[in-house]
């Protein structure tokens, strides 16, 4: 079994920073990839970015190129996202996503909240 906890949403100015952190529990935990994804009010969830866990390639929504980052530590486990330049759109709840052989993993979610 695989958790999956998120942190550092949070409400900011928009054109400002945050740093979300999504730490993975369990045993031999080795996912194909993890990534994040965001789900705004009264919309469906949509795909953010994604790192593969071996060799690190990086891929991301065309929205958000250039503005936000996903790295990983693979010694504890973590992945990162980096969000600059924050626009009130990209007002949502991100959930971390773990994509393990068979199964799917998700966080709770945190609520990031960009004010005009």
């Known amino acids: 079994q695989v958790q999956l906890v998120e942190s550092g949403g949070g409400l900011v100015q928009a054109g400002g920073s945050l740093r979300l952190s999504c730490v993975a529990s369990?045993?031999?935990?080795?996912?194909?990839?993890m990534g994040w994804f965001r789900q705004a009010p009264g919309q469906e969830r949509e795909f953010v970015a994604t790192?593969?866990?071996?060799?690190?390639?990086?891929y991301y929504a065309d929205s958000v190129k250039g503005r936000f980052t996903i790295s990983r530590d693979n010694a504890k486990n973590t992945v990162y996202l980096q969000m600059n330049s924050l626009k009130p759109e990209d007002t949502a709840v991100y959930y971390c996503?773990?994509?393990?052989?068979?199964?799917?993993?998700w966080g709770v979610g945190t609520l990031v909240t960009v004010s005009s």
């Open positions: 996503n773990a994509l393990m052989t068979v199964l799917n993993y």
């Open positions: 790192i593969r866990w071996s060799g690190g390639s990086t």
């Open positions: 369990g045993r031999s935990f080795s996912p194909y990839s």
